[in-house]
Protein backbone atom coordinates (compact mmCIF):
# COMPACT_ATOMS: atom_id res chain seq x y z
CA UNK A 1 0.00 0.00 0.00
CA UNK A 2 1.35 3.24 -0.86
CA UNK A 3 1.15 6.10 2.58
CA UNK A 4 1.85 9.66 2.20
CA UNK A 5 3.70 11.05 5.16
CA UNK A 6 2.86 14.31 6.06
CA UNK A 7 5.71 16.55 8.00
CA UNK A 8 4.60 18.48 10.64
CA UNK A 9 7.36 21.17 11.59
CA UNK A 10 7.80 23.37 14.93
CA UNK A 11 9.72 25.80 13.18
CA UNK A 12 11.09 26.73 17.19
CA UNK A 13 12.11 22.89 17.80
CA UNK A 14 13.60 22.99 14.03
CA UNK A 15 15.67 26.46 14.43
CA UNK A 16 17.16 24.97 17.52
CA UNK A 17 18.12 21.60 15.27
CA UNK A 18 21.33 19.99 15.44
CA UNK A 19 23.76 21.22 12.28
CA UNK A 20 23.84 17.86 10.59
CA UNK A 21 19.91 17.57 10.21
CA UNK A 22 20.27 18.11 6.17
CA UNK A 23 23.33 15.50 6.01
CA UNK A 24 20.74 13.41 7.73
CA UNK A 25 18.13 14.35 5.26
CA UNK A 26 19.92 13.51 2.57
CA UNK A 27 20.97 10.11 3.94
CA UNK A 28 17.59 9.59 4.09
CA UNK A 29 16.07 10.79 0.78
CA UNK A 30 19.09 8.37 -0.33
CA UNK A 31 17.94 5.29 1.53
CA UNK A 32 13.92 5.95 0.69
CA UNK A 33 15.04 6.37 -3.17
CA UNK A 34 16.69 3.09 -2.73
CA UNK A 35 14.00 1.07 -1.44
CA UNK A 36 12.10 2.27 -3.61
CA UNK A 37 10.22 5.34 -1.83
CA UNK A 38 10.05 8.52 -3.53
CA UNK A 39 11.88 11.60 -2.00
CA UNK A 40 9.35 14.28 -1.01
CA UNK A 41 9.24 18.06 -1.10
CA UNK A 42 10.11 20.94 1.17
CA UNK A 43 7.83 23.81 1.43
CA UNK A 44 8.44 27.11 2.37
CA UNK A 45 7.24 28.32 5.39
CA UNK A 46 3.61 28.52 6.68
CA UNK A 47 3.71 32.16 7.29
CA UNK A 48 3.67 32.73 3.33
CA UNK A 49 0.95 30.61 2.30
CA UNK A 50 -1.99 31.69 0.35
CA UNK A 51 -5.81 30.22 1.25
CA UNK A 52 -8.26 30.44 -1.00
CA UNK A 53 -11.94 29.59 -0.98
CA UNK A 54 -14.66 29.77 -3.24
CA UNK A 55 -18.13 30.82 -1.53
CA UNK A 56 -21.85 31.70 -2.89
CA UNK A 57 -19.47 32.17 -6.13
CA UNK A 58 -16.96 35.10 -4.33
CA UNK A 59 -13.66 33.97 -3.88
CA UNK A 60 -11.90 34.38 -0.85
CA UNK A 61 -8.16 35.04 -0.58
CA UNK A 62 -6.25 34.82 3.13
CA UNK A 63 -2.62 35.47 3.38
CA UNK A 64 -0.73 33.29 6.51
CA UNK A 65 -1.22 30.06 7.45
CA UNK A 66 -4.21 27.87 7.27
CA UNK A 67 -4.41 26.58 10.88
CA UNK A 68 -3.34 28.17 14.08
CA UNK A 69 -1.57 25.44 15.46
CA UNK A 70 2.09 24.87 16.55
CA UNK A 71 3.17 22.25 14.24
CA UNK A 72 2.96 23.38 10.75
CA UNK A 73 3.14 21.46 7.61
CA UNK A 74 6.32 21.76 5.67
CA UNK A 75 6.80 18.73 3.60
CA UNK A 76 6.02 14.93 2.75
CA UNK A 77 7.52 12.50 0.72
CA UNK A 78 5.59 8.69 0.02
CA UNK A 79 6.66 5.35 0.11
CA UNK A 80 5.09 1.77 -0.48
CA UNK A 81 4.92 -0.26 2.18
CA UNK A 82 3.71 -3.97 2.85
CA UNK A 83 2.43 -3.44 6.26
CA UNK A 84 1.36 -0.49 8.33
CA UNK A 85 4.61 -0.99 10.65
CA UNK A 86 6.77 -0.62 7.66
CA UNK A 87 5.43 2.61 7.21
CA UNK A 88 5.73 3.62 10.80
CA UNK A 89 9.56 2.18 10.28
CA UNK A 90 9.99 4.91 7.80
CA UNK A 91 8.39 7.47 9.66
CA UNK A 92 10.87 7.38 12.49
CA UNK A 93 13.75 7.39 10.36
CA UNK A 94 12.87 10.52 8.93
CA UNK A 95 14.97 13.65 10.46
CA UNK A 96 11.82 15.48 11.23
CA UNK A 97 10.53 13.11 13.42
CA UNK A 98 12.75 14.19 15.98
CA UNK A 99 11.63 17.78 15.64
CA UNK A 100 8.34 17.82 14.64
CA UNK A 101 5.15 14.94 13.99
CA UNK A 102 5.53 12.50 11.14
CA UNK A 103 1.72 11.90 9.85
CA UNK A 104 1.62 8.39 8.45
CA UNK A 105 -1.71 8.11 5.78
CA UNK A 106 -2.43 5.50 3.53
CA UNK A 107 -3.05 6.62 -0.06
CA UNK A 108 -6.62 5.11 -1.20
CA UNK A 109 -6.62 3.80 -4.42
CA UNK A 110 -8.97 5.15 -6.90
CA UNK A 111 -9.06 2.32 -9.76
CA UNK A 112 -11.02 -0.45 -7.84
CA UNK B 1 -1.12 -4.53 58.29
CA UNK B 2 -1.73 -1.23 56.58
CA UNK B 3 -3.08 -0.57 53.15
CA UNK B 4 0.33 -0.13 51.47
CA UNK B 5 1.14 -3.05 52.16
CA UNK B 6 -1.78 -5.04 51.23
CA UNK B 7 -2.00 -3.80 47.63
CA UNK B 8 2.04 -4.12 47.31
CA UNK B 9 1.09 -7.49 47.68
CA UNK B 10 -1.42 -7.76 45.25
CA UNK B 11 1.22 -5.54 43.20
CA UNK B 12 3.59 -8.64 44.05
CA UNK B 13 1.07 -11.46 43.21
CA UNK B 14 -0.14 -9.88 40.29
CA UNK B 15 3.37 -9.67 38.26
CA UNK B 16 4.36 -13.31 40.17
CA UNK B 17 1.19 -15.37 39.46
CA UNK B 18 -0.75 -13.10 36.89
CA UNK B 19 0.33 -16.19 33.58
CA UNK B 20 -0.30 -18.97 35.86
CA UNK B 21 -4.05 -17.82 36.89
CA UNK B 22 -4.87 -16.58 33.74
CA UNK B 23 -3.73 -19.71 32.30
CA UNK B 24 -5.74 -21.68 34.97
CA UNK B 25 -8.73 -19.82 35.03
CA UNK B 26 -8.47 -20.54 30.66
CA UNK B 27 -9.07 -23.83 31.15
CA UNK B 28 -12.41 -22.85 33.17
CA UNK B 29 -13.16 -20.77 30.28
CA UNK B 30 -11.72 -21.79 26.92
CA UNK B 31 -11.61 -17.98 26.97
CA UNK B 32 -8.37 -15.86 26.82
CA UNK B 33 -9.80 -12.89 27.38
CA UNK B 34 -12.80 -13.74 29.78
CA UNK B 35 -9.79 -15.42 32.04
CA UNK B 36 -8.69 -12.06 32.09
CA UNK B 37 -11.77 -10.26 32.61
CA UNK B 38 -13.17 -12.39 35.79
CA UNK B 39 -8.65 -12.19 36.95
CA UNK B 40 -8.90 -8.50 36.75
CA UNK B 41 -12.47 -8.69 38.72
CA UNK B 42 -10.39 -10.74 41.52
CA UNK B 43 -7.70 -8.50 41.85
CA UNK B 44 -10.12 -5.21 41.83
CA UNK B 45 -11.89 -7.05 44.53
CA UNK B 46 -8.22 -7.95 46.13
CA UNK B 47 -7.47 -4.56 46.78
CA UNK B 48 -10.41 -3.60 48.30
CA UNK B 49 -10.64 -6.16 50.78
CA UNK B 50 -7.16 -7.40 51.70
CA UNK B 51 -6.21 -3.80 53.21
CA UNK B 52 -9.05 -4.03 55.28
CA UNK B 53 -9.50 -7.65 56.26
CA UNK B 54 -5.82 -8.73 55.63
CA UNK B 55 -3.75 -10.49 53.43
CA UNK B 56 -5.22 -14.46 53.05
CA UNK B 57 -2.85 -17.17 53.65
CA UNK B 58 -2.40 -18.61 50.40
CA UNK B 59 -3.09 -15.60 47.60
CA UNK B 60 -3.43 -17.22 45.06
CA UNK B 61 -6.21 -19.54 46.13
CA UNK B 62 -8.44 -16.75 47.36
CA UNK B 63 -7.91 -14.98 44.15
CA UNK B 64 -8.87 -18.23 41.82
CA UNK B 65 -12.05 -18.89 44.30
CA UNK B 66 -13.24 -15.37 43.71
CA UNK B 67 -12.39 -15.56 40.25
CA UNK B 68 -13.87 -18.99 40.18
CA UNK B 69 -17.34 -18.21 41.73
CA UNK B 70 -17.81 -14.91 39.36
CA UNK B 71 -17.38 -17.12 36.33
CA UNK B 72 -19.88 -19.74 38.08
CA UNK B 73 -22.30 -16.65 38.00
CA UNK B 74 -21.73 -15.38 34.18
CA UNK B 75 -22.27 -19.71 33.68
CA UNK B 76 -25.20 -20.07 35.12
CA UNK B 77 -26.41 -16.66 33.82
CA UNK B 78 -25.57 -18.32 30.26
CA UNK B 79 -26.96 -21.53 30.84
CA UNK B 80 -30.55 -20.07 31.62
CA UNK B 81 -29.59 -17.90 28.04
CA UNK B 82 -28.59 -20.98 26.61
CA UNK B 83 -30.80 -23.31 28.20
CA UNK B 84 -27.82 -25.11 29.34
CA UNK B 85 -25.13 -25.88 27.30
CA UNK B 86 -23.77 -29.12 27.94
CA UNK B 87 -20.37 -29.03 27.09
CA UNK B 88 -20.15 -26.02 29.55
CA UNK B 89 -21.16 -28.16 32.70
CA UNK B 90 -18.78 -30.59 31.21
CA UNK B 91 -15.87 -28.64 31.35
CA UNK B 92 -16.71 -27.22 34.71
CA UNK B 93 -16.87 -30.50 35.90
CA UNK B 94 -13.38 -31.58 34.51
CA UNK B 95 -11.61 -28.46 35.78
CA UNK B 96 -12.80 -29.21 39.40
CA UNK B 97 -11.10 -32.55 39.30
CA UNK B 98 -7.80 -30.85 38.56
CA UNK B 99 -7.90 -29.70 42.26
CA UNK B 100 -4.70 -27.33 43.32
CA UNK B 101 -3.10 -24.88 41.05
CA UNK B 102 -0.93 -26.45 38.44
CA UNK B 103 1.72 -24.28 36.60
CA UNK B 104 0.06 -24.12 33.66
CA UNK B 105 1.51 -21.12 32.18
CA UNK B 106 3.92 -23.59 29.51
CA UNK B 107 0.31 -24.84 28.21
CA UNK B 108 -0.50 -20.98 27.82
CA UNK B 109 2.31 -20.22 25.99
CA UNK B 110 1.79 -23.18 23.12
CA UNK B 111 -2.17 -22.05 23.24
CA UNK B 112 -1.38 -18.66 22.13
CA UNK B 113 1.85 -19.90 19.31
CA UNK B 114 -0.92 -22.12 17.92
CA UNK B 115 -0.25 -22.48 14.14
CA UNK B 116 -3.85 -21.26 14.04
CA UNK B 117 -2.50 -18.30 15.50
CA UNK B 118 -1.21 -15.25 12.90
CA UNK B 119 2.04 -15.13 13.64
CA UNK B 120 2.63 -11.59 13.96
CA UNK B 121 0.00 -12.07 17.25
CA UNK B 122 1.85 -14.82 18.96
CA UNK B 123 4.50 -12.85 20.73
CA UNK B 124 2.45 -9.98 21.72
CA UNK B 125 -0.14 -12.64 22.80
CA UNK B 126 1.89 -14.47 25.11
CA UNK B 127 3.13 -11.42 26.49
CA UNK B 128 -0.41 -10.18 27.67
CA UNK B 129 -1.52 -13.53 28.65
CA UNK B 130 1.42 -14.79 30.45
CA UNK B 131 2.78 -11.57 31.73
CA UNK B 132 0.01 -9.22 31.64
CA UNK B 133 1.38 -6.57 30.09
CA UNK B 134 -0.63 -4.15 28.48
CA UNK B 135 -1.51 -3.61 25.26
CA UNK B 136 -0.36 -0.40 24.93
CA UNK B 137 3.19 -1.10 25.95
CA UNK B 138 3.62 -4.34 24.03
CA UNK B 139 2.36 -1.77 20.97
CA UNK B 140 4.90 0.86 22.12
CA UNK B 141 7.74 -1.79 22.00
CA UNK B 142 6.40 -3.53 18.58
CA UNK B 143 6.17 -0.36 16.55
CA UNK B 144 2.17 -0.71 16.16
CA UNK B 145 -0.40 1.87 17.34
CA UNK B 146 -2.09 0.54 20.67
CA UNK B 147 -5.54 0.37 18.50
CA UNK B 148 -4.25 -2.10 16.25
CA UNK B 149 -2.25 -3.86 18.32
CA UNK B 150 -5.66 -4.06 20.57
CA UNK B 151 -7.47 -5.47 17.82
CA UNK B 152 -4.77 -7.97 17.09
CA UNK B 153 -4.63 -9.37 20.36
CA UNK B 154 -8.84 -9.02 20.66
CA UNK B 155 -8.74 -11.37 16.97
CA UNK B 156 -6.15 -13.59 18.37
CA UNK B 157 -8.08 -14.32 21.48
CA UNK B 158 -11.53 -14.73 19.51
CA UNK B 159 -9.88 -17.09 17.42
CA UNK B 160 -8.58 -19.25 19.92
CA UNK B 161 -12.20 -19.08 21.41
CA UNK B 162 -13.70 -19.95 18.13
CA UNK B 163 -11.52 -22.84 16.97
CA UNK B 164 -11.33 -24.02 20.24
CA UNK B 165 -7.42 -24.68 20.31
CA UNK B 166 -6.84 -26.45 23.44
CA UNK B 167 -4.83 -25.27 26.24
CA UNK B 168 -2.64 -28.52 26.93
CA UNK B 169 1.05 -29.45 26.10
CA UNK B 170 1.48 -30.64 23.26
CA UNK B 171 1.80 -34.40 22.05
CA UNK B 172 5.22 -35.78 21.63
CA UNK B 173 4.85 -35.87 17.49
CA UNK B 174 3.96 -32.05 17.56
CA UNK B 175 5.87 -31.01 20.05
CA UNK B 176 9.06 -29.60 17.97
CA UNK B 177 7.00 -27.34 15.45
CA UNK B 178 5.09 -25.80 18.41
CA UNK B 179 7.83 -25.62 20.62
CA UNK B 180 9.82 -23.34 18.17
CA UNK B 181 6.61 -21.29 17.43
CA UNK B 182 6.92 -20.54 21.49
CA UNK B 183 11.14 -19.66 20.89
CA UNK B 184 10.42 -17.55 17.76
CA UNK B 185 7.96 -15.82 19.58
CA UNK B 186 9.72 -15.16 22.76
CA UNK B 187 12.91 -14.13 20.25
CA UNK B 188 11.24 -12.07 18.60
CA UNK B 189 9.82 -10.22 22.15
CA UNK B 190 13.79 -9.93 22.76
CA UNK B 191 14.88 -8.49 19.50
CA UNK B 192 12.26 -6.23 19.48
CA UNK B 193 13.34 -5.23 22.75
CA UNK B 194 17.19 -5.02 21.16
CA UNK B 195 16.79 -3.36 18.33
CA UNK B 196 14.75 -0.71 20.00
CA UNK B 197 15.79 3.26 19.25
CA UNK B 198 16.65 4.22 22.53
CA UNK B 199 17.92 2.35 25.84
CA UNK B 200 13.62 2.68 26.82
CA UNK B 201 12.56 0.93 24.23
CA UNK B 202 14.39 -2.45 25.52
CA UNK B 203 11.69 -3.10 28.47
CA UNK B 204 10.96 -6.28 27.01
CA UNK B 205 14.53 -8.19 26.73
CA UNK B 206 14.23 -9.33 30.56
CA UNK B 207 10.54 -10.75 30.21
CA UNK B 208 11.95 -12.34 27.26
CA UNK B 209 14.88 -13.80 29.13
CA UNK B 210 12.24 -14.85 32.13
CA UNK B 211 9.72 -16.67 29.49
CA UNK B 212 12.67 -18.72 28.17
CA UNK B 213 14.11 -19.29 31.60
CA UNK B 214 10.48 -20.80 32.76
CA UNK B 215 11.10 -23.26 29.58
CA UNK B 216 14.24 -24.46 30.01
CA UNK B 217 12.94 -24.84 34.03
CA UNK B 218 9.75 -26.93 32.54
CA UNK B 219 10.94 -28.43 29.96
CA UNK B 220 14.51 -29.38 30.80
CA UNK B 221 14.83 -32.12 28.39
CA UNK B 222 14.81 -29.35 24.83
CA UNK B 223 18.50 -28.33 23.74
CA UNK B 224 16.56 -25.40 21.73
CA UNK B 225 14.83 -23.74 24.29
CA UNK B 226 18.61 -23.80 26.67
CA UNK B 227 20.52 -22.36 23.21
CA UNK B 228 17.86 -19.57 22.83
CA UNK B 229 18.34 -18.53 26.34
CA UNK B 230 21.98 -18.69 25.95
CA UNK B 231 21.98 -16.46 22.91
CA UNK B 232 19.82 -14.03 24.39
CA UNK B 233 22.12 -13.78 27.68
CA UNK B 234 25.20 -13.29 25.81
CA UNK B 235 23.52 -10.26 24.24
CA UNK B 236 22.61 -9.02 27.65
CA UNK B 237 26.24 -9.60 29.00
CA UNK B 238 27.05 -7.19 26.24
CA UNK B 239 24.60 -4.43 26.52
CA UNK B 240 26.68 -1.67 28.50
CA UNK B 241 29.59 -2.41 26.30
CA UNK B 242 27.81 -1.28 23.37
CA UNK B 243 28.21 1.83 23.55
CA UNK B 244 31.34 4.05 23.86
CA UNK B 245 32.38 6.85 26.57
CA UNK B 246 30.78 9.81 23.72
CA UNK B 247 27.63 7.31 23.25
CA UNK B 248 28.76 6.46 20.13
CA UNK B 249 28.07 2.63 18.87
CA UNK B 250 30.48 0.17 19.31
CA UNK B 251 31.00 -3.27 17.62
CA UNK B 252 31.79 -6.16 19.32
CA UNK B 253 35.48 -6.01 18.25
CA UNK B 254 35.66 -2.44 19.81
CA UNK B 255 34.03 -2.79 22.92
CA UNK B 256 35.51 -2.67 26.62
CA UNK B 257 35.49 -6.18 27.53
CA UNK B 258 36.00 -5.19 31.11
CA UNK B 259 32.40 -3.79 30.92
CA UNK B 260 31.03 -7.25 29.46
CA UNK B 261 28.86 -8.84 32.42
CA UNK B 262 30.90 -12.00 32.95
CA UNK B 263 28.75 -14.18 35.34
CA UNK B 264 26.13 -13.65 32.74
CA UNK B 265 28.03 -15.17 30.17
CA UNK B 266 29.40 -18.35 32.10
CA UNK B 267 25.59 -18.84 32.51
CA UNK B 268 25.43 -18.88 28.93
CA UNK B 269 28.66 -21.22 28.14
CA UNK B 270 26.68 -23.41 30.48
CA UNK B 271 23.63 -23.57 29.04
CA UNK B 272 24.99 -23.75 25.01
CA UNK B 273 27.06 -26.82 26.36
CA UNK B 274 24.14 -28.20 27.86
CA UNK B 275 22.20 -28.05 24.28
CA UNK B 276 25.15 -29.37 22.65
CA UNK B 277 25.08 -32.24 24.80
CA UNK B 278 21.73 -32.99 24.91
CA UNK B 279 20.88 -32.86 21.24
CA UNK B 280 20.30 -32.44 17.42
CA UNK B 281 22.02 -28.96 16.36
CA UNK B 282 19.39 -26.23 15.80
CA UNK B 283 19.21 -22.66 14.74
CA UNK B 284 19.50 -21.34 18.34
CA UNK B 285 22.69 -23.84 19.10
CA UNK B 286 24.51 -22.69 16.10
CA UNK B 287 23.96 -18.61 16.98
CA UNK B 288 24.94 -19.11 20.43
CA UNK B 289 27.74 -21.03 19.11
CA UNK B 290 28.69 -18.37 17.11
CA UNK B 291 28.55 -15.73 20.06
CA UNK B 292 30.37 -18.36 22.17
CA UNK B 293 33.07 -17.56 19.60
CA UNK B 294 33.22 -13.91 19.37
CA UNK B 295 33.26 -13.60 22.66
CA UNK B 296 36.12 -16.37 22.98
CA UNK B 297 38.39 -14.31 20.23
CA UNK B 298 38.08 -11.36 22.23
CA UNK B 299 38.42 -12.84 25.55
CA UNK B 300 41.35 -15.38 24.61
CA UNK B 301 42.70 -13.40 21.60
CA UNK B 302 42.70 -16.86 19.48
CA UNK B 303 41.71 -16.86 16.03
CA UNK B 304 38.39 -17.67 15.89
CA UNK B 305 37.31 -16.60 12.24
CA UNK B 306 37.30 -19.34 10.14
CA UNK B 307 35.51 -21.44 12.82
CA UNK B 308 32.35 -18.19 12.91
CA UNK B 309 32.71 -18.99 9.01
CA UNK B 310 32.24 -21.96 9.30
CA UNK B 311 28.60 -21.96 11.95
CA UNK B 312 27.41 -19.30 9.82
CA UNK B 313 27.69 -22.26 6.20
CA UNK B 314 25.44 -24.49 8.67
CA UNK B 315 23.20 -21.67 9.74
CA UNK B 316 22.82 -20.24 6.34
CA UNK B 317 21.91 -23.97 5.61
CA UNK B 318 19.10 -24.37 7.97
CA UNK B 319 17.61 -21.13 7.89
CA UNK B 320 18.57 -20.02 3.99
CA UNK B 321 18.25 -16.42 5.73
CA UNK B 322 19.28 -13.56 3.87
CA UNK B 323 20.13 -11.60 7.32
CA UNK B 324 22.58 -15.19 8.07
CA UNK B 325 24.14 -14.71 4.55
CA UNK B 326 24.94 -11.20 5.62
CA UNK B 327 26.37 -12.22 8.69
CA UNK B 328 28.38 -14.83 7.30
CA UNK B 329 29.93 -12.54 4.51
CA UNK B 330 30.92 -9.81 6.98
CA UNK B 331 32.76 -12.70 9.16
CA UNK B 332 34.12 -14.22 5.76
CA UNK B 333 35.75 -10.73 5.08
CA UNK B 334 38.28 -11.55 8.40
CA UNK B 335 39.26 -15.03 6.36
CA UNK B 336 39.65 -14.06 2.65
CA UNK B 337 39.51 -10.35 2.31
CA UNK B 338 36.70 -7.84 1.24
CA UNK B 339 36.20 -8.94 -2.38
CA UNK B 340 35.40 -12.26 -1.55
CA UNK B 341 33.09 -11.12 1.23
CA UNK B 342 31.26 -8.32 -1.61
CA UNK B 343 31.19 -11.05 -4.17
CA UNK B 344 29.01 -13.33 -1.40
CA UNK B 345 26.60 -10.52 -0.51
CA UNK B 346 25.72 -9.99 -4.28
CA UNK B 347 24.00 -12.91 -3.84
CA UNK B 348 21.38 -11.27 -1.56
CA UNK B 349 21.56 -7.37 -3.32
CA UNK B 350 18.37 -7.93 -4.98
CA UNK B 351 16.73 -9.03 -1.95
CA UNK B 352 13.96 -6.75 -1.65
CA UNK B 353 14.02 -6.69 2.65
CA UNK B 354 17.68 -6.03 2.20
CA UNK B 355 17.09 -2.68 0.59
CA UNK B 356 15.48 -0.91 3.88
CA UNK B 357 17.56 -3.22 6.43
CA UNK B 358 20.28 -0.62 7.85
CA UNK B 359 23.01 -3.84 8.85
CA UNK B 360 22.91 -4.80 4.80
CA UNK B 361 23.99 -1.05 3.58
CA UNK B 362 26.38 -0.61 6.61
CA UNK B 363 28.14 -4.10 6.11
CA UNK B 364 28.26 -2.99 2.48
CA UNK B 365 29.53 0.52 3.19
CA UNK B 366 32.37 -0.73 5.30
CA UNK B 367 33.69 -3.82 3.15
CA UNK B 368 33.45 -1.77 0.05
CA UNK B 369 35.55 1.06 1.51
CA UNK B 370 38.12 -1.96 2.66
CA UNK B 371 38.25 -2.86 -0.56
CA UNK B 372 39.15 0.58 -1.53
CA UNK B 373 35.67 1.56 -3.63
CA UNK B 374 35.85 4.84 -1.52
CA UNK B 375 32.72 6.74 -3.65
CA UNK B 376 30.99 3.51 -3.65
CA UNK B 377 31.52 2.73 -0.08
CA UNK B 378 30.49 6.08 0.76
CA UNK B 379 27.08 6.21 -0.80
CA UNK B 380 25.76 2.69 1.03
CA UNK B 381 27.12 4.26 4.21
CA UNK B 382 25.40 7.25 3.58
CA UNK B 383 21.95 4.87 2.68
CA UNK B 384 23.02 3.54 6.18
CA UNK B 385 22.90 6.38 8.10
CA UNK B 386 19.42 7.06 6.59
CA UNK B 387 18.25 4.17 7.47
CA UNK B 388 18.86 4.49 11.32
CA UNK B 389 16.84 6.02 13.61
CA UNK B 390 19.39 4.88 16.67
CA UNK B 391 21.44 7.65 17.43
CA UNK B 392 24.48 5.76 18.59
CA UNK B 393 24.55 3.63 15.15
CA UNK B 394 24.00 7.06 13.63
CA UNK B 395 27.54 8.41 15.06
CA UNK B 396 29.53 5.22 14.39
CA UNK B 397 28.25 5.04 10.87
CA UNK B 398 29.40 9.24 10.86
CA UNK B 399 32.98 8.08 11.49
CA UNK B 400 33.34 5.61 9.16
CA UNK B 401 31.96 8.06 6.59
CA UNK B 402 34.15 11.12 7.84
CA UNK B 403 37.50 8.50 8.13
CA UNK B 404 36.57 7.86 4.15
CA UNK B 405 37.08 11.31 3.00
Redesign the interface.
Known amino acids: MKYMMLIHHDDEALSKADQ?LWA?Y???????V???GFAGERLHPAAGATNVRVRGGKAEVIDGPYADTKEKLAGYFMIDAAT???A???A??CPSARYGTIEVRPIMDMRR | MSGDKASGVVERVARESYGRLVALLAVRTRDLASAEDILAEAFAAALAQWPVEGVPANPDGWLITVAKRRHADLLRREQVRMNGEPHLQMLAAEIDEAGELPDRRLALMFACAHPRIERAARAPLILQAVLGITARAIAAAFLVSPASMGQRLVRAKAHIRESAISFSIPERNEMPERLNAVLEAIYAAYSTGWDGVDEGASELAPEAIWLAGLIVELLPAEPETKALLALMLYAEARRHARRDRNGCYAPIDRQDIALWDHAQIGKAEALLHAANRDGPTGRYQLEAAIQSAHVAQRLGGADCWPAIVALYDHLVAATNSPVAMLNRAAALAEVAGPEAALAELSAISADQRMLGYQPYWATLGHLRLRAGHIEAGREALTVAIGLTTDAAVRQHLRLGLDAAS
Do not use: T
Request: no cysteine; net charge negative.
Open positions: SDAAFNEALKAGPEEVAWQR
